[in-house]
């Protein structure tokens, strides 16, 4: 897979000359001439942003990942037209046969063929398709044809061939590998058949396999690219409620989140964790997996904050993940220093600090930038994932809460899994994390006792 990303600061050419000088507009006006004012709509070329438009190269597959309103449907509707149109009306283009498969029947024609962004819409009136619904086929002036297919029913793909597809939504299909697969075995008139897959992504087989494949290009947007055609009330709100949230960074970054097999914590149960505001919490910590190497490729030195309320039987106890404050390539006296701000910050009462890699030295480090700070060393006996799993168990139970803002801390814990992290590196983030859960909640359970009543 060859992967190219799109910030959101990169404009179209229509963006440039907009913003240009007057004197630079009016030049571009005078000599583009009637006929090219005419024709300017429908040249894609010149409106389209960065990620709109096909990588070069010789692949196979070019996936568009993109979040909601990222122009997706615009691109993939503007790639099937500069398959199939030549440069007159009624010469023939790259293409001639070309597969439309979206999740539904009803989707093709309402989003891919006939929306505000599909192909007819995209289209200049000399070149404008013809709809023929009971053939579910799009048929062009120069004789070039597009044919409808759901992927609810794979086998709607046996029999026709095809020398190119645009597949939308791949990531919602009921029958994903089945489509897919099919798809492949109909792709196979021309010289180079090629497919375009436009989707906001989800965690979902056929996709993750598209995307590991080396025949594969990708382009990658938020809906931020586009915020230039989108409803500002529309940002707005879709911002105040999703930004840093697991859903935010797939639906709106176009993120592929992904859950590793048999891992310890799903995206739903991370989603299910998030909070918007914390209550009084009777205790806080920092817990800290110290980094033993320095540099830009050493180990991060995970730092996170939490707290708890501890009212009642420890069944009733719950966490909240305050924050991470984790640190790379800053040697030790660095992340000694961001710890101790940690604790400042959100007026923590202990720090807990791994010392299995530092042994004394980590709070010698520590007492070094405040000769007072509480600290607790601990040291792991058992390996990672079985240190997790009883605080992934308080996950399950409901028993702990996010703030928003703990995306990478997220991104690891999701990677956690029954057989150890399937990440790069080290999970120092979630080994900090599980420092703080034990001292707040599950080592104090251990020694908790029930009152006892007093015989008088």
């Known amino acids: 897979m060859r992967s190219i990303s799109t910030p959101p600061g990169l404009r179209s050419g229509a963006a440039w000359v907009a913003s240009a000088p007057a004197a630079i507009r009016e030049r571009f006006l005078d000599e583009i001439g009637e006929g090219g004012l005419c024709a300017l709509p429908f040249l894609f070329e010149f409106w389209a942003l960065p990620h709109q438009l096909p990588p070069e190269g010789d692949w196979r597959a070019w996936a568009i990942l993109g979040g909601r309103g990222a122009g997706k449907t615009r691109a993939g509707a503007e790639w099937v037209r500069a398959q199939v149109e030549g440069p007159r009306p009624l010469d023939k283009g790259r293409c001639r046969r070309v597969a439309l498969l979206g999740e539904t029947f009803d989707q093709v024609r309402d989003v891919m063929i006939r929306g505000?962004?599909?192909?007819?819409?995209?289209?200049?009136?000399?070149?404008r398709p013809v709809w023929k619904a009971s053939e579910r086929r799009l048929v062009w002036p120069n004789g070039a044809e597009a044919q409808a297919f759901s992927a609810q029913d794979p086998d709607g793909l046996r029999g026709p061939q095809f020398d190119a597809a645009w597949a939308d939504e791949l990531a919602k299909w009921p029958k994903a590998q089945d489509s897919w697969d099919m798809l492949q075995f109909a792709l196979r008139l021309g010289a180079h058949p090629q497919v375009?897959?436009?989707?906001?992504?989800?965690?979902?087989?056929?996709?993750k396999a598209l995307l590991a494949a080396p025949s594969t290009v990708v382009t990658q947007a938020p809906t931020e690219a586009n915020r230039a055609n989108l409803a500002a009330s529309f940002l707005e709100e879709v911002r105040a409620r999703y930004a840093g949230t697991r859903l935010g960074r797939q639906e709106l970054d176009g993120v592929l989140l992904s859950d590793a097999e048999g891992a310890l914590w799903t995206g739903d149960m991370l989603e299910e964790a998030r909070v918007g505001a914390v209550p009084e919490l009777d205790r806080i910590v920092v817990a800290l997996d110290p980094a033993v190497t320095s540099g830009a490729d050493a180990d991060a030195c995970g730092i996170v904050v939490a707290g708890a309320q501890l009212q009642g039987p420890p069944q009733d106890w719950r966490v909240w993940v305050l924050a991470d404050r984790t640190v790379q390539g800053v040697g030790p006296a660095g992340w000694a220093q961001a710890a101790i701000r940690a604790m400042q910050e959100f007026g923590a009462e202990r720090l807990v600090a791994e010392v299995n890699q530092g042994?004394?030295?980590?709070?010698?480090v520590l007492r070094q930038v405040d000769p007072l700070v509480p600290v607790r060393a601990v040291r792991a006996t058992r390996g990672k994932t079985a240190r997790a799993e009883p605080v992934a168990a308080l996950y399950e139970?409901?028993?702990?809460?996010?703030?928003?803002?703990?995306?990478?801390?997220?991104?690891?814990?999701?990677?956690?899994?029954?057989?150890?992290?399937?990440g790069a590196g080290s999970p120092d983030r979630v080994d900090a994390l599980v420092w703080a859960l034990h001292e707040l909640i599950i080592a104090p359970a251990a020694h908790w006792q029930r009152p006892r009543l007093r015989v008088l």
């Open 397 to 422: 139970q409901g028993r702990v809460r996010h703030l928003p803002g703990l995306e990478a801390l997220e991104d690891q814990m999701a990677l956690m899994t029954t057989r150890g992290f399937e």
């Open 116 to 127: 505000d962004s599909g192909i007819l819409a995209c289209s200049p009136p000399d070149r």
């Open 359 to 364: 042994g004394q030295l980590v709070e010698e």
């Open 196 to 207: 375009c897959v436009t989707t906001t992504p989800r965690n979902q087989g056929v996709l």
